[in-house]
């Protein structure tokens, strides 16, 4: 059993979008057979009086869910995301996120997961959609931040961010998260799994989580993008939160059918502490 390392995952479930019954088996074996410490999703329906679809996935696996609606669509039925986790989940909440008037709403599922060498804050979120609202992105990534700043201190395990943020690598709204840019305030700095590890290699593609060789992608006729993200705030002065490998997962389809219109996105991160080399 690994306990240096914490095993992540990011996937928007695309809702119940397609044939949701065969994609359901599809995306509970694919992620289990990642053998992930933790899972972020997005695009998870609630449903009255039923199990939301993160309980569904769930199903069987003895994962522990935590399920956070961000749109009320109507009916008691709600758009959000969740956390699965193999460990305890502790702190669960909701996080606020401002969003553009007459626009559906975002928020971030936020648990600290008390695995070894933990616990470590997780926050899951699913920024708005439309190409042309970058400045509604902006607006949402300095909100996460904000919470990642009062609810994980630099003196304690790295926090990580996974989530569809619905924007291109060199998107001012990434760039903020890497350091790149302050949008106008004070900066801050996380790590892109992909861009640190798997992306340094020049044979390793671009890493397209939303790509239009999946059909449900490209129905909507967009370009093929890098969208999906799992960030963390590292390497520390321990050493603790350095991505040490990251992959697409969940790309390929079984009898026609694919588990999402998106990839999934699972990295490896540090989590123990660790001496640092020798000169």
Same mark, same amino acid.
């Given at each position: 059993?690994? &306990? ?8 928007? !479930? ?12 599809? !995306?509970? +074996? ?6 992930? /410490?933790? !899972? =972020?999703? %997005? ?9 939301? %679809?993160? /309980? ?19 009916? =008691? ?50 920024? &708005? ?10 607006? %949402? ?8 700043? #009062? ?18 690598? +060199? ?20 790590? /892109? ?13 671009? =890493?397209?989580?939303? /790509? ?12 093929? #993008? ?20 990251? #992959? ?21 991160? %540090? ?9």
């Amino acid at each position: 059993m690994r &306990t240096d390392l914490l095993r992540v995952v990011t996937l928007n !479930i695309w809702n119940r979008q397609g044939p949701w019954p065969e994609r359901l088996g599809l !995306i509970r +074996d694919g992620l289990a057979a990642l053998d992930a /410490d933790v !899972i =972020g999703l %997005q695009e998870v329906l609630g449903f009255p009086g039923l199990p939301s %679809q993160a /309980d569904e996935i769930a199903a069987g696996t003895g994962w522990r869910v935590h399920h956070v609606p961000a749109w009320h669509i109507g009916g =008691g039925l709600t758009f959000g995301n969740a956390i699965l986790s193999r460990h305890p989940l502790r702190d669960a909440g909701s996080l606020p996120l401002p969003s553009p008037p007459d626009h559906d709403t975002r928020t971030v599922a936020f648990a600290r997961v008390d695995a070894p060498h933990g616990p470590f804050p997780v926050f899951v979120t699913h920024l &708005t959609f439309q190409h042309h609202l970058s400045s509604a992105r902006c607006a %949402q990534v300095r909100a996460l931040t904000d919470h990642v700043k #009062r609810l994980a201190p630099v003196d304690g395990p790295p926090p990580i961010l996974l989530g569809d943020f619905n924007a291109d690598p +060199d998107a001012d709204e990434m760039r903020f998260l890497r350091g790149l840019t302050p949008l106008g305030g004070e900066s801050v700095y996380f790590a /892109d799994a992909w861009l640190a590890t798997t992306g340094q290699d020049p044979a390793a593609g671009p =890493g397209w989580t939303y /790509d239009r060789r999946n059909p449900y992608a490209l129905r909507s006729r967009e370009p093929s #993008r890098r969208i999906d993200y799992v960030y963390v705030r590292g390497p520390d002065r321990h050493l603790r939160g350095e991505p040490l490998a990251a #992959r697409v997962a969940l790309d390929q389809p079984r009898d026609g059918v694919w588990p999402s219109d998106h990839f999934a996105v699972v990295a490896d991160l %540090q989590v123990a502490v660790r001496p640092h080399d020798p000169y």
